[in-house]
């Protein structure tokens, strides 16, 4: 075999060698476009504090965050995966949903009539979404669908530090690099042009608690309250867990304990065999 392998590479050596100097010379004429894109800017990591073992959201950071949601980000994103019954307790009180509840309103029905009709939202209603319907969304937008933010987190790599870096990560195109009109130069978007405008700027909200509100509070808040509508139950799931951990090694300790007792008598004697 070895023998028949080394007689056809004698015989078309020629062959093989102009097929690997095709082969580097197309590697070497393809165009920047095919080789890894370098123009992406990879997120740094955050600290954050709620993704501790034991830590939980920061209540006031959640409430500035929907605040930041409802005045800047809900004018062209949803949130429908959240309804106001979930955020009590979390961003605001049962009185002070309901009143914001109150001020939107939804079309429900049919009615005895048979007709749909609009009443004031319940607690038990999701968030409004700024669009209709998906067209209606497209064509505000030149055509480009805002993404829904319900599972934002959980839908781009490195989640939270990838949000709050294209959040805050606005900047002037480099020196040979065409922007499209009605695109803006974000190194942490995949091919650096992205349709929509800086959202935040500074003191573009007043927080109630008096923080102030800079780009890196806004993004900061309101990505953790996204991280929260991606995963509302992070908190009670910590808990339970630390609650399991706890009794289990509780019985982990009574159990070995009560081997020790049990066997102990039978570990420490002494057997003789005798004739």
């Given amino acids: 075999m070895a023998h028949q392998l080394r007689t056809a590479f ?13 082969t580097a010379t197309l590697a070497l004429t393809l165009p920047t476009s095919a080789k890894c894109d370098d123009e992406i800017l990879h997120a740094p990591t955050y600290n954050w504090d709620h ?58 029905g049919p009615n005895d009539e048979g007709e749909m009709f609009e009443r004031p939202a319940k607690l038990s209603d999701p968030l409004p979404s700024p669009y209709a319907n998906e067209e209606q969304g497209r064509l505000a937008n030149g055509g ?38 009605g695109l803006y130069y974000n190194p942490y978007f995949p091919g650096g042009a992205i349709a929509m405008p800086p959202p935040l700027n500074d003191d573009g909200v007043e927080y109630e608690d008096g923080t102030p509100a800079t780009i890196s509070q806004q993004a900061k808040d309101v990505v953790q309250f996204l991280n929260w509508c991606a995963e509302p139950e992070a908190d009670s799931r910590k808990r339970d867990a630390l609650t399991y951990m706890t009794v289990i090694g509780m019985t982990a300790l009574a159990t070995g304990y009560y081997k020790r007792f049990r066997w102990s008598t039978l570990k420490t004697r002494s057997i003789t065999y005798v004739k």
């Fill in 10 to 22: 004698t015989k078309n050596h020629k062959a093989f060698a102009l097929a690997a100097t095709s």
């Fill in 51 to 108: 993704l501790g073992l034991v830590a939980s959201y920061d209540c006031a950071s959640l409430r500035r965050g929907f605040q930041v949601y409802r005045q800047v980000c809900a004018t062209c994103h949803s949130i429908q995966r959240i309804h106001y019954r979930e955020l009590v307790g979390v961003t605001h009180t049962t009185e002070e949903l309901v009143a914001m509840a109150s001020e939107v309103d939804v079309v429900d």
């Fill in 144 to 181: 480009a669908l805002p993404p829904d933010l319900s599972l934002m987190v959980k839908a781009r790599h490195s989640g939270q530090d990838y949000l709050f870096s294209l959040l805050t990560g606005y900047c002037e195109a480099p020196a040979g690099k065409e922007m499209m009109p």
